[in-house]
């Protein structure tokens, strides 16, 4: 069975990435069908807290990350306004600002230390007193050292975030195929001309799947060709593992875990802050409803998605050092997802190293925050235009992606035998 | 024939190698860190056995102390290097690579709790790449039982029977737990395990984990991730003192003067992790420690001037010509 009619562009996953991509390239006018092999919210989509916040989420050495950070932070009200006015759908978004507080000196030097970087680099963050970041948040423990406020943050609901994005495309004429999963590329020459797809075996529930099958197994009879002018590869963690496509052409992309709990106010209260608010090891997002969400580990753990009693309890009793209010509110859920690590932290956006391809992937803990951005580049891309100058430096071919690494077919345990001497 | 070697004149048959002649001066076979000089030039170790001598030639054989490249022994191995490094909490893999290179150290320490060691394109591959040694550690067990359990996973994960072994106490100091830690380490050297203990600055607790067969000792500077250097010098001086394994400073250091200072204290080998990763410039703090480390190893075999209390001029009085 094949799909003749043909679109300008298929995107191989669904998490914001694919959907906000798809939907800016369909405003455009450009045919385009999303691939996803679960429902909409999926993947890391379905696990971030949703912070936009690149002041609080700098650190030394990623200037480069926060020139992204920042232009994509920029794009976000007005990106989250036409997402709402296209779908009819909310997303949450709020400029709610950030509270990063610290407990104890030992903390208070950390955030300091970090206070400076923001100031030299002119980033709007205000150190103040205790009881200045009481006055704006009375639910903090009352004992601590002091707090710097970014007040240019904000938040948006990303599993919201996907729906309404999802209602957006619908809207502007895009397609989108849940339950589908994607196990091959279909080539004219050394020219990426579609996907080939299966009713996906991944049960819609499941976060995690080790790798994208290699071979279609026993779905070949329904399988089902998707032309297209490009393919462009937005499925996160998973991106790495895209085993139809040749080795250089595949994206150093590793999964990273992170473990986030969700807590829900009792009847009639609201959430314990009104901003976010974090300390030195955990970060809480307030959603309008009143919900709190409170992250995130960050763990070398392969494609595994457990959530750990250890992970659960390091989240909450941190969160309960900084609002000990979250004592009383209902416990929600748990859930761990996988970020798409690569080797730099920036992420890989642009056309790939064979003919027909785009990424959209890598984003690590950013993701939501340069969607605005990343849908920019990917549209403007697809359409033959220049994308915005600041995400070139994004480019998937750049060198820091270390392509002189093995390929997976080389490797095997017998690399990891240290104890051989040499 | 005859050859100047190390500056006496020997006599050797025709046709003698240069390897030949760099082992009649006592170079030993496997050992890094020794040069060999034909008239002047350095010569490669893999020309030694290809490159013959002729009547007259001037041989030097030299132990390279400089540098660092003097080997110490670790368990069963020869090392140059004596920075081991950490490799959790690197803001990323390149910077991590970028900082394990300018460290120079041969040895990196990996939390099997915390990775997954078949995970592809992940901190593993970065180690492989640079050709280093894993040294899986037992970060978060609390007891003996569950640190032995850990030490067997990560024999099989990481096909090795070296473990650092640390049994943490409390999650606010993570100061080890000495009655459990003396424990897992009998176990497992028993078990054949090469074992490097974690332990406080305490001598006598060194002496025991040495007496049940640990492979080095590895006390704190100061609480790991601290930052806060050596706090009882005393200590890391009478353990060192006393060792007959090896001891390794593990936890504390914030920058160059600690190294070097434990060092100078008699310690061989410096580990240093959040040091590094956590400095704003990570890979100029990793080629800061590894020259300190280097400084602090030459000071102490250079035998330092006792402290005094009162000045000492540096020129003596008597004999000093009256130009008055």
Known sequence: MSDKSGFDAVFVGGGVIGLASAWRAAQRGARVCVLERAEPPAGATKVAAGMLAPVGELTFGERVLLELTLASGALWADFAAAVEAAGGEATGFRRCGALHVALDRDEAGELRRHHDLQ??????????????????????????????????????????????????LREAGGELRTGTEVFDGLWDGERLVGVRTAPSSVAPSSAAEPRVRSSPMGDKGRGVDVHADAVVLCNGAWSGQTAWLPDEARPPVRPVKGETVELRPRPGEGAPASRIVCSERVYMVPRPDGRLIVGATQEERGFDTVVTAGGVHELLREAYRVLPDVAEMEFAGTI??????????????????????????????????????????????????????????????????????????????????????? | MRVELNGETVEL??????????????????????????????????????????????????????????????????????????????????????????????????????????????????????????????????????????????????????????????DRTLFPDAVELVAAAELLVADGFTVLPYTNDDPILARR????????????????????????????????????????????????????????????????????????????????????????????????????????????????????
């Open chain 1, 119 to 168: 100031r030299e680099l002119g980033l709007e963050a205000e150190w103040l007193t205790p009881t200045r970041c009481r006055a704006l948040e009375p639910g903090l423990v009352p004992n601590f050292v002091g707090g710097v406020l970014a007040g240019a943050e904000g938040s948006v609901d990303p599993r919201a975030l996907a729906r309404a994005l999802a209602a957006a």
């Open chain 1, 336 to 422: 761990a997802g996988l970020r798409p690590g690569t080797p730099d932290n920036l992420p890989i956006v642009g056309r790939g190293a064979v003919d027909g391809l785009v990424l959209a992937t890598g984003h690590f803990r950013n993701g939501i925050l340069l969607t605005p951005l990343t849908a920019d580049t990917v549209a403007a891309t697809l359409a033959g235009i220049e994308p915005p100058a600041v995400m070139a430096q994004a480019d998937p071919l750049r060198s820091s992606l270390g392509r002189d690494r093995p390929s997976n077919d080389e490797r095997t345990r017998a690399d990891h035998a240290v104890g051989a001497p040499r």
């Open chain 2, 13 to 170: 048959a025709d046709g003698t190698t240069l390897a030949e002649a760099a082992r009649a001066a006592g170079a030993p076979e496997s050992a890094r860190g020794i040069a060999v000089a034909l008239d002047g030039e350095v010569v490669p170790r893999s020309e030694w056995e290809s490159t013959p001598l002729a009547d007259g030639a001037a041989v030097e054989v030299l132990a390279a102390i400089q540098g660092g490249a003097e080997t110490w022994q670790l368990g069963d191995r020869e090392w140059s290097s004596r920075l081991i490094a950490g490799t959790g909490g690197f803001r990323s893999l390149e910077q991590m690579q970028d900082a394990l290179a300018a460290a120079g150290t041969e040895i990196v320490t990996v939390a099997l709790r915390r990775i997954d060691p078949t995970a592809e394109g992940s901190v593993l591959d970065v180690i492989d790449r640079l050709g280093l040694f894993v040294l899986p550690n037992t970060a978060g067990c609390y007891t003996a039982r569950d640190a032995v359990r850990t030490a067997k996973l990560a024999r099989e994960a990481f096909q090795t029977d070296w473990v650092k072994l640390e049994v943490i106490g409390d």
């Open chain 2, 209 to 324: 984990l040495e007496a049940v067969g640990c492979a080095a000792v590895m006390p704190l500077g100061s609480p790991i991730g601290s930052g806060a250097g050596i706090r009882n010098p005393y200590n890391i001086a009478i353990i060192a003192e006393r060792a007959g394994v090896p001891v390794i400073l593990d936890a504390g250091i914030g920058t160059a003067s600690d190294a070097a200072l434990a060092m100078e204290l008699g310690c061989s080998a410096v580990l240093a992790a959040s040091a590094i990763f956590g400095a704003a410039e990570p890979t100029a703090m990793a080629r800061a420690l590894r020259a300190a480390i280097e400084a602090g190893h030459l000071a102490r075999a250079a035998g330092r001037i006792p402290q005094r209390t009162y000045a000492e001029p540096s020129t003596a009085y008597e004999g000093i010509p009256d130009l008055s």
